[in-house]
């Protein structure tokens, strides 16, 4: 038992990463981590729904009906996104307009129906939850990391602090699209590096 929760746990975080691994929630990697804040914001606006979502679809998942169940799904998490969005909106407002439509489409996130989908409506709350909090996790690291490298190679700065001395020439292409995938690609690659059993012809 012990064992199972562990891996439910780690997983998530390496050989089963829901960007690097499974390829999920590329579209907010890309768009929203220009900054380290706005990772962060996004991160938890993410985990805040990933882990209520996954709860709440356990708890009810023996009254849902079948032929409603993605539809019933659907509802949770868009209701959840509106709390969270509400949140940002009124603790948070400049950053949260950096967002933009992203924390909206929260609701059409892969890693969250997925998991609702394949997790939630087989398992219990409790292991629902730490899915839901482990699988934020391996998605908010990856954020993260790209949003650090982004902002500190792109601006010299991370969280509004210089970091290069003085007459540091930003790289344009970290705040570009391009550059992210780029980081994204090199993630990808020091992970099947260290883990073969990753690669798919293993």
């Given at each position: 038992?012990k064992?199972?929760?562990?891996?439910?746990?780690l997983?998530?975080?390496?050989?089963?990463?829901?960007?690097?691994?499974?390829?999920?929630?590329?579209?907010?990697?890309?768009?929203?981590t220009?900054?380290?804040?706005?990772?962060?914001?996004?991160?938890?606006?993410?985990?805040?729904?990933?882990?209520?979502?996954?709860?709440?679809?356990?708890?009810?998942?023996?009254?849902?009906?079948g032929?409603?169940?993605?539809?019933?799904?659907?509802?949770?998490?868009?209701?959840?996104?509106?709390?969270?969005?509400?949140?940002?909106?009124?603790?948070?407002?400049?950053?949260?307009?950096?967002?933009?439509?992203?924390?909206?489409?929260?609701?059409?996130?892969?890693?969250?129906?997925?998991?609702?989908?394949?997790?939630?409506?087989?398992?219990?709350?409790?292991?629902?939850?730490?899915?839901?909090?482990?699988?934020?996790m391996?998605?908010?690291?990856?954020?993260?990391?790209?949003?650090?490298?982004?902002?500190?190679?792109?601006?010299?700065?991370?969280?509004?602090?210089?970091?290069?001395?003085?007459?540091?020439?930003?790289?344009?292409?970290?705040?570009?699209?391009?550059?992210?995938?780029?980081?994204?690609?090199?993630?990808i690659?020091?992970?099947?590096?260290?883990?073969?059993?990753?690669?798919?012809?293993?």
């Open positions: 038992m064992q199972a929760t562990r891996q439910l746990l997983d998530p975080l390496h050989l089963q990463n829901p960007i690097t691994l499974q390829v999920l929630g590329i579209c907010s990697a890309l768009a929203i220009t900054t380290v804040e706005t990772a962060l914001l996004m991160c938890g606006a993410l985990t805040f729904v990933l882990v209520c979502s996954n709860t709440i679809v356990s708890l009810i998942r023996n009254l849902i009906p032929s409603v169940r993605i539809i019933t799904q659907l509802a949770i998490i868009s209701s959840l996104v509106m709390i969270a969005d509400e949140i940002l909106q009124a603790y948070f407002y400049s950053l949260a307009k950096e967002l933009t439509v992203f924390v909206g489409l929260i609701v059409t996130n892969c890693i969250v129906m997925g998991r609702a989908e394949a997790f939630a409506m087989a398992n219990p709350p409790l292991r629902s939850a730490l899915d839901g909090l482990a699988n934020s391996g998605y908010n690291l990856v954020l993260i990391g790209v949003g650090l490298i982004r902002e500190l190679f792109g601006t010299g700065k991370v969280l509004g602090y210089s970091i290069f001395p003085d007459g540091y020439e930003p790289n344009g292409l970290m705040v570009l699209s391009p550059g992210a995938f780029l980081i994204i690609g090199i993630f690659w020091i992970q099947r590096s260290i883990s073969p059993e990753m690669n798919e012809d293993s």
